[in-house]
Nanobody, 125 residues
Framework: QVQLVESGGRLVQAGGSLRLSCATS?????MGWFRQAPGKEREFVAA????????GYSDSVQGRFTISRDNAKNTVYLQMNSLKPGDTAVYYC?????????????????????WGQGTQVTVSS
């Protein structure tokens, strides 16, 4: 059983930066970040392969957010720069099989078997 714990969410002003962390209880393979804003469905944000050499981003965060991982620390990060009020959401990390990137399914929530409890990010204007 893999456990995921997110941290780092807080209130920040527009234009600011935050780094979210996701600590895992064991070895994980493909990792993703998703977010859910009030009244909206949860959406894909970013994903990274086990080796860290392959990443993917949603169009809305491309160029502003960076996903990375430190496998020695069993931790995945999401560096968020140039934050906008529209980035306000609960951010979740998720773990999925190694095959997600080979199959191109890393944007699909149903492909991830383990989820954290989420961390709130609020961006004020």
């Amino acid at each position: 059983q893999v456990q995921l714990v997110e941290s780092g969410g807080r209130l920040v002003q527009a234009g600011g930066s935050l780094r979210l962390s996701c600590a895992t209880s064991g070895r994980t393979f493909s990792m993703g970040w998703f977010r859910q804003a009030p009244g909206k469905e949860r959406e894909f944000v970013a994903a990274i392969s086990w080796s860290g050499d392959t990443t993917g981003y949603s169009d809305s965060v491309q160029g502003r957010f960076t996903i990375s991982r430190d496998n020695a620390k069993n931790t995945v990060y999401l560096q968020m720069n140039s934050l906008k009020p529209g980035d306000t959401a609960v951010y979740y990390c998720a773990a999925g099989p190694e095959s997600l990137f080979r199959s191109g399914r890393y944007r699909q929530q149903r492909e991830y078997g383990y989820w954290g409890q989420g961390t709130q990010v609020t961006v004020s204007s």
